[in-house]
């Protein structure tokens, strides 16, 4: 979570400038009429409070998530891009339950990070219907490629539910991640045979509503959750109760906080998912 601007801090063209240019890689362009739409939802009293949650953002622009994969790979024991220096035979597959999700798009941008987009490299990029067929075993490793995990939950049952099954041939097996809480990464741990990598690692006061947030007082935390109930009744925290303030350009967590992201008759937010 970034550090907003001071309580009473004028919301001016300055202003709009500054989170123009700091969303500018999101998939929806956040443009100035969409943001004053986006703060035209909230009691005038309380678009300062507003104005210091955009502040807030953490924003991973797609250049971050490849640099994120890149010193991911690079801290793997074993990994070398010339294939008679590494360490038995690798595989990068997509961690997605169905077709279309996530791990798709993230593997084609880890591909590029890791400038293995030559035909040469092609072998070493799978989707899990393949797993089965290349006969993994101990000396093999599988690196499943993702974005984000805020709870742990979508892994792990991934995991259960198709993976474990799979890679049941004795394979060192990670999992890339760009960013991911510490909940997150200890229950992955604990729940599963995954090593999960990840450079960007949220702790408790990334949660906007946990005690430990020091940004906003006991009761702006309480008017932001009155507009979270506005936005979604289901999860007004974030899937999770997770609370976070994070866009990456290609998404917005379902994470995060449903003002940031929601889209419905009751309420637009500034990043709506696809």
Known sequence: MR????????????????????????????????????LRQFRKVDRDLA??????????????????????????????????QRRGRWFFVPYSGS?????????HLFR?????????????????????EKKLGPDDTVVLIDDFSGTGKQV????????????SGGSRVFILLVAATAQALTR?????????????????????????CSHFSPGEKQTILHYCHRADQITPKGFGDAGLLVVLSHQCPNDSIPILHTVSRAWRGLFPRH
């Open 3 to 38: 550090q907003p601007l001071n309580r009473g801090t004028p919301i001016d063209q300055q202003r709009y400038d500054r989170w123009m240019a700091q969303f500018s890689g999101y998939h929806d362009p956040v443009t100035n009429s969409i943001l004053e739409m986006w």
């Open 51 to 84: 104005a210091r949650i955009l502040d807030s953002v953490l924003f991973i622009p797609a250049q971050a998530v490849k640099a994120s994969f890149l010193d991911g790979l690079n801290s793997l024991e074993g990994w070398s891009t010339n294939a008679s």
């Open 99 to 107: 077709v279309g999700e996530s791990g798709d798009s993230m593997l």
């Open 112 to 132: 590029i990070a890791a400038s293995l987009t030559q035909k040469k490299y092609a072998d070493l990029f799978i989707h899990r219907s393949e797993i089965v």
């Open 156 to 167: 792990c049952d991934y995991w259960n539910d198709i993976f474990q099954e799979l890679l």
């Open 188 to 212: 992955i741990e604990n729940e599963t045979e995954i090593m999960p990598i990840c450079t960007r690692i949220l702790d408790d006061g990334y949660n906007v509503f946990h005690s430990t």
